[in-house]
Every structure is written in structure tokens, then in C-alpha cells.
């Protein structure tokens, strides 16, 4: 199975702070890689897939970029709504398999 | 609009089997795909299997041997079996639309595995 190291597992920041969250593949995964938000007790939220497309309404503060095997949400002037858990997840094969997980909080 | 669903049991006794349903709306189960994925306490998610349009079932391998899962497309429903429940299978049980983006999920249900 394809492993996703996903880090930091927490952290905190201030409002209109930039933050960035990685996640590294253990193989080739190609652009398969989505980025998932999940606030608190609510369900998982499609952010970006192909590892840099904006999913339609999401805001544009929101991006993903790509480095080799590393892969990076980065989010721009951070806002109260941003507060939740960001889970990686690879598509590419069989099967799925997610980050586990970076809690962001806002200070 | 499209909704998910899930229902069952909060509390499922060790060596037993877990039943879940998801019931959908705003979409025919012969168009998409539907998910199960599962949150342990404090961590990531795992993809579990899915249930094809076309009724077809695929299987994460670590559960295979464990897990089935079917459905009733005149219900708009979707099941999920688990067999020989262990006290690591205490996980919010979450049900999503699509493959292998899920675009629409369900608020998920609770399972705690004790006696």
C-alpha cells in the first residue's frame, strides 16, 4: 500500500497567517492526490484534487503544489473558517489511502 | 440535493458483526459509486471499499476478508457487513458519493467496539 506521511499532525497559527501542510507518497503517485478539510464534527470536504485544482467555490487563498513525491496545501490569510483537520489522500492505485491528518487551529 | 446518510448500531459487543446503512438522496445508486471510509479516534481516514454503479464491489485488501458490502438501488441504499469486530474497529463510519474523489459525504456514525 502506498503510505502518506502527512505533517505536521497539528498546529496553530493567527489570522491572516500563511501556513503550508505536506504530505510525502512512499511511491510514484503522479498529480493523483486530493486534499480534503474537515471541520469540527462535520464530514470531509473536497479542497483540491489532481494535487493543484481548486475544486469549484473553494476560495482561491486555497493551493496545491507538487515537489517530486512532496505535495503541499498551502493556505493564504488565514480566517476563522479555516479551523479543522486537512487529510491527503492518493488516488493513484489500489487502495486509496489518506494522510493522517493536520489539525489547524487559529489563534 | 444530494444527502448521505448513515445508520446503525453505536455499540457493537468484540466477535460480532457490524450492519450500517447509508441511505441516499439527490442521485440513482446506478449512476455513482458509494464509498465507506472510516476515522479511528484521534486518527486519519481509511478507505474501506466501494459499491460500483454497476453493483461491482471493490475492496480495501486489509478488510477483504471481513467486509461486504451491497445494496438495494430500489431503497437508495447501501450496506456494509463487518464481521469479527475487534476493539481497533471504534471509528466513526462515514459513506461517500464517487469515485476516487468522493464530492458529497454522509455526517457518519459513531461504532464503539466493548463489551
Known amino acids: 500500500d502506498i503510505q502518506m506521511t502527512q505533517s505536521p499532525s497539528s498546529m496553530s497559527a493567527s489570522l491572516g497567517d500563511t501556513v503550508t501542510i505536506t504530505c510525502l507518497a512512499s511511491q510514484d503517485i503522479g498529480n493523483y492526490l486530493s486534499w480534503y478539510q474537515q471541520k469540527p464534527g462535520k464530514s470531509p470536504k473536497l479542497m483540491i484534487y489532481g494535487a493543484t485544482n481548486l475544486e469549484d467555490g473553494v476560495p482561491s487563498r486555497f493551493s496545491g503544489s507538487r515537489s517530486g513525491s512532496d505535495y503541499s496545501l498551502t493556505i493564504n490569510s488565514l480566517g476563522y473558517d479555516d479551523e479543522g483537520i486537512y487529510h491527503c489522500h492518493q488516488y493513484y492505485e489500489y487502495p486509496l489511502t489518506f494522510g493522517s491528518g493536520t489539525k489547524l487551529e487559529i489563534k | 440535493q444530494v444527502q448521505l446518510k448513515e445508520s446503525g448500531p453505536g455499540l457493537v459487543q468484540p466477535s460480532e458483526t457490524l450492519s450500517l446503512t447509508c441511505t441516499v438522496s439527490?442521485?440513482?445508486?446506478?449512476?455513482?459509486?458509494v464509498n465507506w471510509v472510516r476515522q479511528p479516534p484521534g486518527k486519519g481516514l481509511e478507505w474501506m471499499g466501494t459499491?460500483?454503479?454497476?453493483?461491482?464491489?471493490d475492496y480495501n485488501s486489509a478488510l477483504k476478508s471481513r467486509l461486504s458490502i451491497s445494496r438495494d438501488t430500489s431503497k437508495s441504499q447501501v450496506f456494509l457487513k463487518m464481521n469479527s469486530l475487534q476493539t481497533e474497529d471504534t471509528a466513526i463510519y462515514l459513506c461517500a458519493r464517487g469515485y476516487p474523489l468522493f464530492d458529497y459525504w454522509g455526517q457518519g456514525v459513531m461504532v464503539t467496539v466493548s463489551s
Open positions: 459499491i460500483w454503479n454497476d453493483g461491482s464491489t
Open positions: 439527490g442521485f440513482s445508486l446506478t449512476s455513482y459509486g
